[in-house]
């Protein structure tokens, strides 16, 4: 079978380069899975785990914002922040959802703060998510 090269990286530092049969990345219009031979095309990505997969291995990385670039037998994704499942301080991730749902929860939608907030608590679930699928 066929693999697709992956690499993700942050502004600060390269966090994944491997082979995958399967790249599964939330863009802004939904779920897309990548395989070698996928044409070629650049989306930005909502904050979610990527998941790549390898025969019976699948890593997943906490991805936040930034694109998703599909080249021939290439994906790069050059993300806001990404951490592996061993890299993710979990009880750092705790807080900060705790955090932030306490603050949610006293704001108005309207709010100019509340948008910020969410992304946040966003961003510690899915930290958490991904600590918690270490095999
Ligand atoms: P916190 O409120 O705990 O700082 P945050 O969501 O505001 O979290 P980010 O702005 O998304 O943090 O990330 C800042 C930097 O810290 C990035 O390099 C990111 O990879 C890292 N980081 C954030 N939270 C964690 C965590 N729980 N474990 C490991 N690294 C983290």
């Known amino acids: 079978m066929a693999t697709v090269q992956v690499d993700i990286v942050t502004p600060e530092r390269k966090v994944f380069q491997g082979e995958a049969d399967i790249v599964i990345a939330r863009g802004v219009e939904g779920e897309l899975g990548v395989m070698a031979g996928h044409i070629p095309l650049v989306t930005p990505l909502k904050t979610a785990p990527v998941r790549i997969k390898q025969g019976d291995k699948e890593t997943l990385i906490a991805v936040s914002g930034g694109f998703l670039e599909v080249r021939p037998d290439k994906v790069n994704i050059l993300a806001d922040t990404a951490e592996l499942p061993e890299e993710i301080d979990v009880e750092r991730a ?42």
């Open 94 to 135: 705790k807080k900060a959802k705790a955090r932030h749902e306490t603050i949610l929860k006293r704001l108005d939608k309207t709010d100019k703060d509340y948008l910020r907030h969410k992304r946040a608590l966003e961003r510690a679930e899915v930290r958490l998510q991904v600590a918690n699928s270490k095999s």
